[in-house]
C-alpha cells in the first residue's frame, strides 16, 4: 500500500516536474473535446431528465477514465471511495453496477482512442518530415523532428548522433543543447543499435555495462536508441534519455518505430547536403583562384554566372548575374579589341554551328595596357538546359614572350647562317694560300743553291704550312661535329682492301726502332656497309698517335669480331691499337679527348694539332660506339672502339679490284668550258678531261666563262663559284636566262665543304655539284649522267686477287727491308718528282710515272704498291703523305 | 552482417596500471610528449599509502594506437570522456587527480561532467589558453604566430624539432640528461599523432569553464615554464571558484621529472590538508 502510494506520488510530481503537452498523444488530443462534450451532453441530459444525481457521476467518471492514464491508486482509491460513498448513501445496487460497468469500460476506449492518437501522431511526423525535406535545411528538418519527438515521447534529453569513425561521432544536435558535455562522443553510445539494426531500450540504463559516463554523470535513467543507418555510408542514432525510470509502452516503441524510416532518409539528406557544401566550398575556392575569368550562361536566358576574375574582366559584380547583362559585357569587351576583323571572320566560323567548341578566340587590345585574351567555350547540359561555359585567359605574358622568342629564333637563325657562310669563306680562302705556299716552299726547297740559312727557313716554312693545314681541316672537322653538321655516309666498301691499304700505310711509315704488327683475327667480314672515310680517319689518328708516342718497341693493330652483347646479329667489331709508348698518366687520361691536350713531354707536342683524338672520339660517337682507353705510363697505351659494322653478302655488282681505268667514250667529242679563277683548279680539270678526248677551253671568273661559253658553245660547263668580277651564282643564272645556252649542263665546283653552297647552287640551276678536290671517278660519273656517254675501258689485266687472307699477316721487316731497297735507287731525284706531281694533283702524272718505275726496275714495287692503290683511290692528300714519308726516310 | 564495433577495453585502450595500497586513490595524469613513466618518483613515494592509478592517453605511451582518430581526439573533451569511463570501470569516487600540462584541464573537464568522481584535483603546469587574448588582456605565454611556427617546425621534421622543444621545456640545462628522456617520450610518439595533439593543446581555451569547477583544486606553478608563465597560474587561481595556488621551487614545465622530491612533498602536504 506504502509503495503504490509512493508510486502515485512519484507519478504525480512527475507529472508536476514534466507536464505533457496539450499536444501529446497520451492527452488524446483529437479526442479529448469529444469526450469532453459527449460528457456535458450527457450529464446535461441526465439533470434534465431527473437521473438520480449518484448517477451523475457516471458521464464524469467515464471523462476522467478516458482522459487520463488509468494510475492504479487512482482506479482503486475511486473503487474504494465509490463503494463507501454507495455504503453511505445506501443507494439503488444497479446504480453501482452502471458506475462499475463505466469505470471498466473507460480504460478500454481509452486504450483504443490512444491507439488512434498515436498513429495519427505518426502520420503527423512522417508528413511533416517529407514536407520539411524540401523547404527546409536539413539541420532545421532535424531539429523540428527531433523536438516533435522528444515531446511525444515525453524524454528530458534527444541527441541525433553521426558516427565519423570507428572511435567518433558527432552530436548533430543536442536537446536540450547541454545534453553531451562536447559535440563529440564515442560511437559505443549506439553501437548495439546500429549492430542488431533496431531501436534498444534500456530502462535501467545505470546498470547495463557499456553505459556511457556522460550520460551516467547527468543522472540518466533510460535510454532509448534508434539506429540511423544507411548501407555502409552513413551511421549514426537518435539516443533519447529520461531522468527518470521508465517503461517503454508498445505504443511508444511503436511510434518510435515507424518513424525511423523517415528520420534515416533525413539524415542522408543532410548528410548530402552536407558534401554538396563541401564540394560548392571547393569549386568556389577553386573558380576563385584560377587566374582565368569564367562565365556561365544558360541559353534560356535564365541564369548566368561569373567568377572574380571575369566579373573584373567584364565589369559586372561577381556571382549570379542576368545572361542578358553578361552577353552585353562580353560584347562591349570584344568590341573594344584592335584585331577586329579576324575576330569577325573567327566568329563567323565558330558560329555557323551550334554545339560549337571554341578553342583560343584571341582578342588584342592596344590600349589602356597590351593585353591579349584568349577566349575558350565549351556548351554544357544543367538538367537538359543547355548553356556556355566561356573562359576568359589573359595570354598577354605567354604572347609576349612568344613575339620575344620567336625573334631571338630568328636572330639565332640568321646569326648561325652567317657563321656558316663565314667557315664556307674561310675554307676557300685559307686553303687555296696555303696550297700555294705548300707547294711553292717544296719547289724551292729543290734549288741547290740555297744557305743553310736559307733552307731552315724554308723548312720551318713548310713544317708550319703543313701544320697550318692540318688545324685548320681539323677545326673545321670538329666545327662541323659540333654545329652537328657532321654526317656519315655510309657505302658497301671492301673491307680486306680497306685494312691492307691501312696497314701498308702504316708498315711504311713505322720508325727503324718500331715493329708495326697487324693481327686480323678471323672472321672478318669481307665486304662492309659504313662510312669508309670517316672511319679510316679515326683508325689513321689512332695508328699515328701510336706511331708517333712509341719511341721503341711495336706498335699491334688487332681487328677482331666481339660478342654482340645485344643479341641483335649485328656484326660487331673491334679495332685495337697497342703501343709500348709513352703512356698517359691517369690524370691525364681524363682530358686527352678535350681539345689541344696531348700526352708525353713538351717536344712531343710539336707535331699534331691537338684536335685528333678530340675528333676520334666524336666520330667514334656518331658511328654509335666510345672510344675506350687503358694506359700505363712508360709502359704504353691501348685504344680500342667496337662498332657494328654490317656485312654485306649480296656483292655480286662489287668487284674485288677497282673498275677498270677509262680511256675514252664512245661517239662525238663533247666540249667542255671550265671556269675557275685558280689556274692550278684549271689544271687539274684539264688534265683529267683532256687524256679522255674532250675538247677543252678555260675561263677566269664568271663574266669570262659567260664570253667564252657564247664563242665555243660547250656541252658542259665546269663552274667555280666563288671567283672575282662575276661569281659562279649568277653566272649561272645568267646562262639559264639565255637563249642559246639555257639548256646547257652546268656543274659547280667548289672548294666549300658546306651543305649551304650546294643548294644554293643547285636553286640557281646548276645541274650538278663537284666538292673539292674534284675526284676523278665523280666527275666522270657527274658527266656520263648529264652528257650520256659510254665510257670506254682500258683492257684489264690479269693479276692475282691481292685481298685474299693469309697473305694481310704481315710484320715488321718491310721497312728496313725497304729503306735497304731505296737506298740502292736514285730514290731522291725520282720521289722529289713524285712529289711535284702529288702538289700539282697531277694524279694520271704519277700512275704514269708509276708504270714508268716499275718497268724501269722491279724493286721500285715496295713503293709503287702502296702509292698506286691510293691514287687509284684519289686520296690526293694521303698519296702526298706517304710520299713525304718516303722522302722523309732517305 | 555488420561488424561490431567493440571498444578496446579501457585497461588496454588507455594501459591503465593499478597498484600501492591505501583506501584513498590518487589518478597521476600525464601530459603532452610524456607517459605514465613520468610519474615513476611520486609513485615510489606515495604506492605504500594510497592506491595508485596510471594510465596513458590515447596517442601517448603504450595506450592502443587503433584507438586513436584525428576527428575523436580534436578537442580536450574526448580526453575527460576517457579519464570518466576509467573512473566508471575502476569504479572511483572521491579519488584525488593529479594532472600534469594539459592533463589539468582534461580532469577539470571530467570534473565538471561528474564531479562525484574527484575529491580534489592537483594541477600542475596546467594552462586554460596558451595563446594570448589581446582583447581580454590575456596572458597566455604565445603568439598565434609563434605557434604557427611551431607547427611549421614540427611538420617538416619532427625529430629536428624534438631536439630543440625538449631542452627548452625540461629547463634545468645543468641536468641535459632530462631533457634527453623528454626528448625520448617525445620521439616515441607517432609524428602525425604528435602534431596534431600539439594543435589541440595549443589551441584550446577553457578559461570559460574555470569559474564551474566545484571540486577543490591546487595549481602547482614552478618558474621559467615556457608553456605557462607564472602569471597562469594566478589566473586559474583567480577563477577557480575553489583554488589554492602554489608557487614550488622547481624549473621548467616538467617538474615532476627535474624537481621530483619539491613536487612530491607539496603533493603530500595537499593530501594531509
Redesign the interface.
Known sequence: MFSRLNLLRDRLLHRKANPLSPCHPERLPSFAPLVLGFTGILLTLEMLGGCPPQLWVAPVLFAWFTLYPPGKGIALMSGVGGTGWLVAWNGDLRHFLTLLLVGLISPLVRRNLLEREWQSATQTMLASLTQNETTASPEQAIAYTLTTLKTFASADGAIVLRQLDEVTAEALISLPENALPDRLTTPALFAEAIVENRCIYYPDYPVIPTAAAVLLAKGVQSVAVLPLSQEEQVRGAIVLFWYTSIQFSPLLQQFLESLLKGMGNLLRFQEITLRLDQLQARLRAILETIPQGVVFVDESGEEGWLNHVAATQLGLPEGAAEPIAIAQAMTALRLKADNQEDITRQAAQFFTQPQVEIRDWQWFYRQPQRQVLSLSSTPIYLRHLPGRLWVIDDITERWEADVAMQQAKEMAESANRAKSEFLANMSHELRTPLNGILGYTQILKKSTNLTEQQRNGLEIIHQSGEHLLTLINDVLDLSKIEARKMELHPHDFHFFAFLENLVQMFKVRARQEITFVYEPIAPLPKFVWADEKRLRQVLLNLLSNAIKFTEQGRVIFRVKPVEDDLQLDLAKLRFEVEDTGVGISPEQLDTIFLPFQQAGEKQRQTEGTGLGLTITRQLVQLMGSEIQVVSQPGKGSTFWFDVVLPEITNHGGMTVSRPPLIVGYEGQRCKVLVVDNQWENRAVLLGLLQPLGFETLEAVDGQDGLNKADEFMPDAILMDLVMPVMDGFEAIRRLRSSPTLKDVVIIAVSASTLDFDQETSRRAGCNGFLPKPVHEAELLEHLQTYLDLAWIYQQPEEKPQRWETGEVMTTAKTPIAFSDTLALLPARSELDILLDLAMQGDLQGIMDHIDHLEQFDERWLSLTRPLAQLVRGFEEQQVLELIRQYRDRL | M?Q????SSIAKRNNVEVLGQGKQTIIFAHGFGSDQTAWRHQVEAFQSNYRIVLFDHVGAGKSDM????P??Y??L??Y??DL??L??ELKLSQAILVGHSVSGMVSL?AA???P?RFSQLIFVGASPRYVNDAETGYIGGFEQSDLDALYGAMSSNYYAWVSGFAPIAMGNPERPELATEFANTLSAIRPDIAQAVARVIFQSDHRAELPRLKVPTVILQSNNDVAVPLVVGDYLAKHIPNARLININAQGHLPHISAPRVVTQTISECLAA
Open positions: 555488420q561490431l564495433y567493440m571498444p587503433a584507438a586513436y582518430s576527428r575523436r580534436s578537442s573533451y574526448s575527460a570522456e570518466l569511463e573512473c566508471a573537464l565538471l561532467i561528474d562525484s
